[in-house]
């Protein structure tokens, strides 16, 4: 599978009044076409902030860096404002994790779905429109030729949403990113715009970054899973490898989270990772997980923590501890 997206040691650097936050350091990964590459880890540990520098609209006082960040064989790293403005909602997009505020209550949405392809493309209004109608009714909006005079608060939570993926395919984009595209929808909804991301990448062959918290939908979607903890990719691999042979011990924690049904009896207590997550302020040593993990030895505290191989081929993970000593520490906590 061809590589649409390749990234190499990337790292985003925020001023702060006590010293340089580090939020992302040092991602490697990559995403072939038609693939799904999952972006898991709880709140804060930087999956945003990823997918803000790989578009390029960090804050002003943020700062990115990388040795590689290739999209479709053109270098981003070199790339200046007016290109990527160029690139943004053209060749990738993004779908935002909150669409009321992602979408401007002053404007129609017929308005923000043409905008873009106006543009981007040498079209005419009556053929941004087309095209408009065309997605609107693509992603299951019914009287879409109607729904673009109305404004974002007209609509529901899910309609929104689905403008939202609309808006995204407006180009034809090789790549879309999703932040959370589900975080403010019921469980039903939130089904329905899965399965419609799943078919729509599918239909197009694009490649897409789903960044979100819930393992459960990681399980559904994903073709790969990289797994953060403050600021760092702990843990990648298929999503079949990291659910069937999870290594790092975060990821263990992770999943020891989830009730399994079968299994998990009723009323028992579900697993629980202790302590806090480490300020990325300043140089931290070691393994950055090493003062919340149960198997922490003397050797975590002190130097990088390099990736090793998991239990099958491209599965790696950043630990000390040996693939054999994980697996055995992972059958301890799940009997």
């Known amino acids: 599978m061809s590589a ?18 580090h939020p992302v350091q040092g991602l490697n990964f990559s ?42 064989g053109e270098d981003l790293t070199t790339a200046s404002d007016r290109r990527m403005s160029d690139i943004r909602g053209n060749k990738m997009a993004m779908i935002f994790q909150e669409p009321m505020t992602s979408l401007n209550p002053a404007y129609t949405i017929g308005n923000q779905l043409m905008e ?11 053929e941004a429109r087309e095209r408009a109608i065309f997605l609107l009714e693509k992603v299951g909006i019914t009287g879409a030729a109607s729904r673009l005079g109305q404004y974002p608060h007209q609509l529901s939570g899910g309609l929104r949403q689905r403008v939202m993926i609309a808006m995204s395919l407006m180009c034809g984009p090789e790549m879309i990113i999703a932040d959370e595209p589900t975080t403010a929808l019921d469980v039903t909804i939130q089904a329905q715009i899965l399965l419609l991301l799943a078919e729509l990448q599918k239909e197009f062959n694009m490649g897409m970054i789903l960044i979100t918290h819930d393992l459960g939908v990681v399980a559904r979607v994903a073709d790969r899973v990289a797994v953060m903890y403050a600021g760092q990719v702990v843990e990648t691999g298929t999503a079949t490898q990291v659910f069937e042979n999870p290594t790092h011990p975060y990821t263990q924690g992770l999943l020891e989270c989830i009730p399994i049904p079968g299994k998990t ?36 505290m002190t130097g990088a923590v390099a990736f090793q ?10 630990c000390v501890l040996g693939k054999d000593e994980c697996a055995s520490n992972f059958a301890k906590g799940a009997a």
């Open 116 to 126: 873009a392809l106006l543009r981007h493309r040498n079209v005419s209004g009556d």
């Open 4 to 21: 649409i997206l390749e990234v190499e040691d990337l790292k985003v650097d925020i001023p702060v009044s006590s010293g340089m936050l």
């Open 31 to 72: 995403v072939g076409r038609g693939e799904t590459l999952c972006i898991v880890g709880e709140s804060g540990c930087g999956k945003s902030l990823t997918s803000l520098a790989l578009m390029d609209l960090l804050p002003s006082k943020a700062t990115r860096s990388a040795t590689r960040l290739v999209l479709d």
């Open 309 to 318: 191989a998991g239990m099958e081929d491209g599965h790696v993970y950043r």
């Open 265 to 300: 009896e009723r009323g028992s207590p579900l697993g629980s990772i202790p302590g806090i997550v480490p300020s990325l302020v300043g140089e931290l040593d070691g393994c950055h997980f090493a003062e919340r993990c149960r198997y922490s030895k003397s050797e975590c």
